[in-house]
């Protein structure tokens, strides 16, 4: 099993709905999680880290963490063009960074 | 801060060539990281530094990659001799120590091999 497992996608939504990415992890010392974005061709950049458990919001994103399921979600309220992008999921522990595939995200105009 | 520095930005070498990428980190972080990025197999971390001393290199696929940190403004990742295989872009990234802080990439560089 790999330490952080995302569905590959392409995952469609529609401009203006919510796109709803999710992550899983299998170490359970893992103390901190970051979701990153990456578009084509660039480096991935942060969007929103949470730590503890329950709901963490910043504008539009949602990050959603329930460290009994290992379980990590990201929400795009109001999906627009511009968050069609890889999103990476990743796992922090003891300071070292564990990334998972990245899901592919497509927001369809 | 300029941020992380990669260079080259790019590399096309043939196979069996010696390949030196090299990385500089944000001023004043004490974690570097290499990561190799392909579409078979994501975003995986080859080997990562704390105050310029390998701390786990578990991710190095062969003997044939090598990464240093001689002091804390600089850090190499070379492969000898290379293949097709290690065709990739590669990452270099830094943070500082902490539960909560992010890693921060630099532009990668994209190496081809033939």
């Known amino acids: 099993q790999k330490e952080v497992e995302q569905n590959s996608g392409p995952l469609s939504v529609p401009e203006g709905a919510i796109a709803s990415l999710n992550c899983t992890y299998s170490?359970?010392?893992?103390?901190?999680f970051f979701w990153y974005r990456q578009y084509s061709g660039k480096s991935p950049e942060l969007i929103m880290f949470?730590?503890?458990?329950g709901d963490k919001e910043d504008g539009r994103f949602t990050a959603q963490l329930n460290k009994a399921s290992q379980y990590v979600s990201l929400l795009i309220r109001d999906s627009q063009p511009s968050d069609s992008a890889t999103y990476l999921c990743?796992?922090?522990?003891?300071?070292?960074?564990?990334f998972g595939k990245g899901t592919r995200l497509h927001i369809l105009p | 801060d300029a941020g992380v520095i990669q260079s080259p930005r790019h590399e096309v070498t043939e196979m069996g060539q010696e390949v030196t990428l090299r990385c500089k980190p944000i001023?004043?972080?004490?974690?570097l990281f290499w990561y190799r990025q392909t579409m078979m197999r994501g975003l995986e971390l080859l080997i990562y530094?704390?105050?310029?001393?390998?701390?786990?290199d578990s991710g190095m696929p062969e003997d044939r990659f090598s990464a240093k940190m001689p002091n804390a403004s600089f850090s190499t990742l070379k492969i000898q001799p290379s293949e097709p295989r290690d065709s990739a872009v590669y990452f270099c990234?830094?943070?500082?120590?902490?539960?909560?802080?992010?890693?921060?990439f630099g532009q990668g560089t994209r190496l081809t091999v033939v």
């Open positions: 990234a830094s943070s500082l120590s902490g539960v909560v802080t992010e890693a921060f």
């Open positions: 170490d359970r010392g893992s103390q901190s």
């Open positions: 949470i730590y503890s458990n």
């Open positions: 990743a796992v922090n522990r003891d300071d070292k960074i564990i």
């Open positions: 001023s004043g972080h004490d974690y």
């Open positions: 530094f704390n105050n310029n001393v390998p701390i786990d």
